[in-house]
């Protein structure tokens, strides 16, 4: 299994970026994704998830209204379109593959990326 | 939120137990999943659903999860098992997981 994250780098507050997520070794239509992200001296932190078939998505409310995860099975890429940027924003984004299709009360994340870092500055 | 707490550091010598809590309202009812994450490399799964490991994570790391404090127990103790350690458990209120703040293992 492997997760190769791309589309970090410096975005201006109130800016927008554009996270990808690109899958290989696994059958990626069968499972949920999720990002999670690591600010700079912090824990880990839950962003969002989309189930196997994209139906249903799911946001921490720090980001709620302002990401927006999604999917592209035919291409094997999961997404995370970030707006309206703010400082608090800056971290290591990563994604992560569930252990199961749907996402729910009892679901682990068996695979990571290495991250990609996003700063948001002016 | 659903509030979860680990100590922020544990420190023990190679061979000992190093025992990592995770502290949380009735977590004993919540399957809890842990995480070891080293520095520039990607986290890894290193247990799941309370006390099963995944393939590949040495049976000296256990798990155990009862009342209010899941334990992530790691004996014998290795120079490669210091890392950052996160616990992972469901938020029933907003309905997505949510991350212990993290231990610091030092061997």
């Known amino acids: 299994v492997d997760l190769l994250e791309s589309g970090g780098g410096l975005g201006q507050p109130g800016g927008s970026l554009r996270l990808s997520c690109s899958t290989s070794?696994?059958?990626?239509?069968?499972?949920?994704m999720t990002w999670v992200r690591q600010a700079p001296g912090k824990g880990l932190q839950w962003v969002s998830a989309i189930t196997d078939d994209g139906d249903r998505t799911f946001y921490a409310a720090s980001v709620r209204g302002r990401f927006s995860i999604s999917r592209d099975n035919s291409k094997n890429i999961l997404f995370l379109q970030m707006d309206s940027l703010r400082a608090e924003d800056t971290a290591v984004y990563f994604c992560?593959?569930?252990?199961?299709?749907?996402?729910?009360?009892?679901?682990?994340?068996?695979?990571w990326g290495l991250g990609t870092r996003v700063t948001v500055s002016s | 939120s659903y509030d979860v707490t680990q100590p922020p550091s544990v420190s023990v010598a190679p061979g000992q137990t190093a025992r990592i809590t995770c502290s949380g309202e009735k977590i004993g009812s919540n399957s809890v999943h842990w995480y070891q994450r080293k520095p520039g490399q990607a986290p890894v799964l290193v247990m799941f659903?309370?006390?099963d490991r995944p393939s590949g994570i040495p049976v000296r790391l256990s798990g155990s999860n009862s009342g209010d404090t899941a334990t992530l127990t790691i004996s014998r103790v290795e120079a490669g098992d210091e890392a950052d350690y996160y616990c992972?458990?469901?938020?029933?209120?907003?309905?997505?997981?949510?991350f212990g703040g993290g231990t610091q293992l030092t061997v």
């Open positions: 992560a593959k569930a252990s199961e299709g749907i996402f729910g009360l009892v679901t682990a994340f068996d695979s």
């Open positions: 992972q458990v469901w938020d029933f209120t907003h309905g997505h997981p949510v």
């Open positions: 070794g696994f059958s990626f239509r069968n499972y949920a």
């Open positions: 659903d309370d006390d």
